[in-house]
């Protein structure tokens, strides 16, 4: 009798096991006693066992192994730059890494508090010519990390990899100015066009007050945007707003003429078209210009030549660009926009002076930004010759 009620003991114990620990309060026991965790939870790297460990946060991976040909970043633990604490669920990130899947780069002494930490999609190098480049790799395609790497942005007149140094002032050598080519040194023009793509829309952007404002990006980080200006905005408008910029100055400004300008009723279609073709032939800005000329004749329209001479904006610039979308309230500029007409930026001359630190006829020192000159050279920049000894 004995041995038949530990048989029903040991029966009724088998038929009312559990599973380990009870699955923590963190999942369901099924069949054969395994838990199945609630989201976010686990037993070591087992999504079961007795749910008792926290999952960390995952992300794309700064590396891992390739599963095939161009299939790789899969998804990681901490983004496979931390460790995970279990018990609260969070990512001990690795120096250099940060966020709550590690996801992102921290930026080197966080910018010496002279400049912002941006993602590489939040940052749009320009050339010369004040085109955006496109986040893509000759090699590897679409930049993988634009959202995960981040770099330095840094304030106006700073610079380094982390913002820990001063610019000094830049200028033209003085000495270069006894070079035959210097005997009458060109300075940089600037041609901005407007022309009607459609003339109906054109007449009425006209009539709602359609208007713009142009952009000044310098060699010193800085970037600053003209009060609103109208699409047939007299050559002293422009002079106007352009000097009143400040850390600049441009010093002539004249409308462009009818005959050279020759601003065109095009499609942007076709400007982009005609330009493609001739950069392809290796034309300048100026060719290129001619070569609308050509091809499309003149129907008028609004241009303007601008003349940058001052020993501020020495040497080659950056071309201006166009604010020509609308900007409503909360915006600045405010602009009306003028988007029924296209528009260009060339530059029609190139300079001959030169951007050099300094002059070339100092040393910069980087903690205060100032020019110390060498012996016979003078002003902020060491751009003028003192002693011609």
Known sequence: MMRASALLLLLATVANAECPNACSGHGTCGRDDICTCFQNWQSGDEASGDCSDRT???????AD????VDEAHGYLECSGRGTCDRKTGHCSCFDGYTGAACKRTTCPNDCS???TCEFISDVFPTTERGEFVHLTHKLLGKVWDADKSRTCVCDPKWTDVDCSRRMCPKGNDPLLDC???????KVQKQRICFFEKDVEAAAADRLLGGDFAIKYNDYYGGSYTTRPLAFDATADDIADALLSLPDHAIDAVSVVSTEYAKCLTLTNEKIAALTAKRKAAGDTDVQIAAAMTAAFGSTGGH?????LSSHQVTGKQHHFELLTQECGDGCQPKLAGLTSLAHFVTILESADTEMYECSRRGACDYDTGICECFKGFTDEDCSVQSNLA
């Open 65 to 68: 192994v390739a599963t095939d």
């Open 303 to 307: 241009g303007w030549t601008i003349t």
């Open 179 to 185: 070079a035959e080519k210097y005997n009458t040194p």
């Open 56 to 62: 960390c946060p995952y992300d794309m991976a700064w």
């Open 113 to 115: 508090g002279h400049g």
